[in-house]
């Protein structure tokens, strides 16, 4: 074969490689002003983003779909799923740096007319169902009582009477009206849908799922929507479902016929979906504004293990069962549910650089699947027995979120209809990260782990505030360990871990890394580990204001950390807990809650006064603290930083970065900041005083530290510190540990208070009291002598 005979050949293969090539990169472009028939180029983009979606489903190689300017609404939610996916990768975004909205909501041209007293109406499509409406992209409120208030604090305005009997009778038809409430804890919150109502003028309810503790609705924070008696308020609407008929109050100087009138349609924008075996890989959602999604309370309804929550596995973006995908630079602003889910089985997934705020439930939840668990319970309450438990290590499938980030975001104000919400949720997941995260206006923690399983997760260089702003009894960081082993009855757990220790870590088992963050809790703890949180390391964090509780648990760390006007929290440790707790800055003496073993090592922490290490070495730790000021560099502006002479380089501990919350210059400018406490005195935190009574000893419950450790809705109420065999409050069936919390039908505030009851009855019949035994209501009857 000569030469020149080889040239045609070689030009040939080089034009099927180059050929290959461009079949190897696809681009699709998209426009609100294109057309779904043309062939998707620059010059001749698509409508719609399904359409695009679609076709890049069948490409093949690297592939691209470019959004050009403009909102897109979603007819359905646009599902991209592993069975039949061709190409290698696939990236969604904005051209270039044009605004791109997909909304799931819809666009209405209405004709709105005067109804009277200042509301207008139009009439729909007929079928149509919504419960957000966006005018000028501002959400308005359904017709509720009380009316929005954006200064209170609990669901932006609350009534004791908007259930009550005479409230129901201004009611024509209540039905499909909502009652939302408070845990009557304070745990979260209550939803229900109005289905009746009965003879005594009592709601028909059905819902109430929504919370893993059940209890009955909080008495004093609730509020009714949806009621087209209570439209009497600028902002708020009523949509009658039956006569297809649109009302609306408008605020004040807007036009609803010049308006841009938008309603709520989907839950779910875009799901990635694939599985374990057979994952979707290598998508990147980019740069794109998501808005107008729909509440989703009514959904959540699935019990996460024994958590206190449960969970609405759907969002804007929801990925179930993906690879190595990434959403990044996205906002989610304004929507009614989850802004981000991964679900089940997701790898190496990412979630960066994105603003979400605004929100009705969770900002990025990463849930597993309980069957990948073994042994599973699903209440508090509920435990496996040991002889009946698998006691093999580890999870039984791989059907779980595992190396997974979430890095770079700033989530705030969320959580605005669903309480049991939070910036980042955890549970049942392996190996995730959650870094550079400013989280801040949360109902509930801003970061959350529900359980132990598995473990190994990063929480590093987060900026956590104004958390807890509606519930009780939590902390800005806020984990559970209600793992396999674990039970609620303390002396089963006592003896069973005594004998057994190996179940300790048999979900727990890689450690959890909580370190170089700053928590503040206004209404809780900055960091709070409760029931059986075990095997973490805490280290390089500053506290700002809640201090650090260590519930009952195992193998945790506390190292290296700064507790600013607080201190630290045991409560309830376990004999043998391997608990650590060394080389720390605390500001008042420790608080310690029913700790008759304290752990492996507590030493070597600087303390604020004589008092506080005395108090510590009287129940042997602290034989090497020392006590002292901390000497900051700039405590004003928050720079924590011990000066070289500071006696707490002396106990070991070593200055840390005082750098928190986003990096990306775009979301700290957006980003707010914790307020920076003034300093305060070394005081001891003050206790309640012990009484002798009835053949017993009582106190108040005092504070937040009494009230967590012994399960209680708030700071109310009696602590039987002691009753003793044959005196009257043994006798009457009190024990250790009850808590008292009405006597003869009056609720009991105090220790003298009920001193005072007791003594104001003539002993001639008997006593009704009701107390709180192992977090469950009991009735005891006082007998008299």
Avoid at 349 to 365: K, P, R, W, Y
Avoid at 777 to 785: E, T, V
């Amino acid at each position: 074969m000569n030469k020149n005979a080889s040239y045609p050949i070689l030009f040939f293969l080089l034009f099927i490689g180059s050929f290959q090539t461009i079949l190897a990169q696809t681009t699709y472009y998209v426009s609100p002003s294109g057309n779904d028939k043309n062939t998707g180029t620059f010059n001749s983009p698509f409508q719609s983003l399904q359409h695009a979606a679609d076709k890049a489903a069948a490409a093949k190689g690297s592939t691209t779909i470019l959004l050009r300017g403009g909102t897109y609404y979603l007819d359905k939610t646009i599902v991209i799923d592993a069975a039949g996916f061709l190409p290698s990768s696939l990236t969604i975004a904005a051209y270039e740096k044009e605004t791109v909205n997909v909304s799931a909501g819809k666009k209405l041209t209405l004709n709105w007319k005067p109804y009277e007293k200042g509301i207008y109406q139009a009439t729909i499509p007929a079928g149509m169902s919504f419960e957000r409406l966006y005018v000028n992209n501002q959400l308005q409120h359904m017709a509720r009582y009380p009316n929005y208030d954006s200064a209170a604090r609990f669901f932006h305005g609350t009534a004791a009477d908007a259930v009550a009997p005479n409230k129901v009778s201004q009611w024509k038809q209540p039905t499909g009206g909502y009652v939302h409430a408070l845990h009557g804890y304070e745990w979260g919150g209550f939803h229900y849908r109005i289905t009746g109502v009965n003879a005594d003028r009592s709601l028909k309810l059905e819902g109430g799922w929504q919370n893993n503790r059940p209890m009955a609705m909080h008495q004093e924070h609730r509020f009714v929507e949806n009621i087209f008696e209570e439209l009497d308020a600028p902002g708020e609407w009523f949509l009658d479902r039956s006569k297809n008929i649109l009302y609306c109050y408008p605020p004040q100087g807007v036009d609803l016929n010049a308006a841009r009138i938008e309603v709520s349609n989907l839950l779910n924008s875009i799901e990635l979906i694939g599985n374990a075996s057979k994952p979707l890989k290598n998508i990147q959602i980019s740069a794109l504004n998501f808005q107008h999604n729909e509440r989703s309370f009514m959904h959540t309804r699935e019990p996460l293990v024994r958590s206190d929550w449960t969970i609405y596995r759907g969002g804007a973006i929801l990925m179930n069962g993906t690879e190595n995908c990434v959403v990044k630079n996205c906002s989610f602003i304004g929507i009614g549910g989850n802004a981000i889910m991964l679900s089940n089985y997701n790898k190496k997934d990412t979630v960066m650089g994105c603003h979400i705020a605004h929100i009705g439930a969770n900002a990025v939840a990463l849930i597993g699947d309980p069957k990948a668990l073994r042994s599973p319970s699903f209440r508090y309450e509920d435990f496996i027995p040991y002889n009946k438990l698998d006691k093999t290590p580890g999870p039984l499938t791989n059907n779980y979120p595992q190396e997974c980030v979430v890095t770079d975001n700033l989530l705030h104000d969320l959580g605005q209809l669903e309480k049991q919400a939070t910036g980042v949720q955890i549970e049942m997941a392996e190996s995730i990260t959650v870094s550079h995260n400013s989280i801040y206006n949360t109902p509930r923690a801003g970061l959350n782990i529900g359980d132990g399983a598995f473990g190994g997760h990063i929480l590093e260089y987060n900026d956590v505030f104004n958390t807890v702003l509606e519930t009780g009894d939590h902390g800005a960081f806020n984990s559970w360990g209600r793992d396999r082993f674990w039970a609620p009855d303390r002396e089963y757990m006592d003896s069973l871990v005594a004998a057994h220790p190996e179940l300790i870590l048999l979900d727990a088992r890689k450690q959890t890394i909580i370190r170089n963050n700053r928590f503040r809790c206004d209404h809780g703890w900055d960091i709070d580990l409760d029931d059986g949180s075990s095997n973490y390391h805490i280290y390089n964090n500053v506290c700002l204001n809640g201090g650090l509780k260590l519930r009952e648990g195992f193998h945790r760390t506390v190292e290296n950390n700064i507790i600013i006007n607080n201190t630290f929290h045991p409560h309830v440790w376990f004999q043998n807990s391997g608990d650590v707790f060394r080389h720390n800055i605390v500001m008042k003496p420790y608080a310690p809650i029913r700790v008759d073993y304290w752990g492996k090592e507590v030493d070597s922490n600087l303390l604020p006064d004589s008092a506080g290490i005395i108090m510590a070495q009287s129940v042997g730790t602290d034989k090497n603290s020392v006590v002292g000021q901390p000497m900051f560099v700039d405590a004003e502006h928050g720079n924590y930083t011990v000066k070289p002479n500071s006696p707490a380089l002396k106990i070991g501990f070593a200055n840390f970065p005082m750098e928190f919350g986003v990096k990306s210059p775009a979301l700290r400018k957006l980003s707010q900041q914790p307020v920076i406490p003034a300093l305060d005195g070394i005081t001891p935190i003050s206790k309640s005083t012990v009484f002798s009574f009835l053949g017993g000893e009582i106190k108040s419950v005092d504070g937040l530290g009494d009230r967590s450790a012994y399960g209680l809705p708030d700071e109310d109420g009696v602590i039987v510190i002691s009753a003793k065999p044959n005196g009257l409050l043994y006798e009457s069936g009190f024990r250790e540990k009850d808590v008292i919390r009405s006597a003869d039908g009056v609720p009991v505030k105090h220790a003298k208070m009920f001193q005072e009851i007791v003594k104001d009855r003539d002993w001639k019949g008997l006593f009704p009291v009701v107390i709180i035994r192992n977090q469950q209501q009991m009735l005891i009857i006082l007998k008299a002598r």
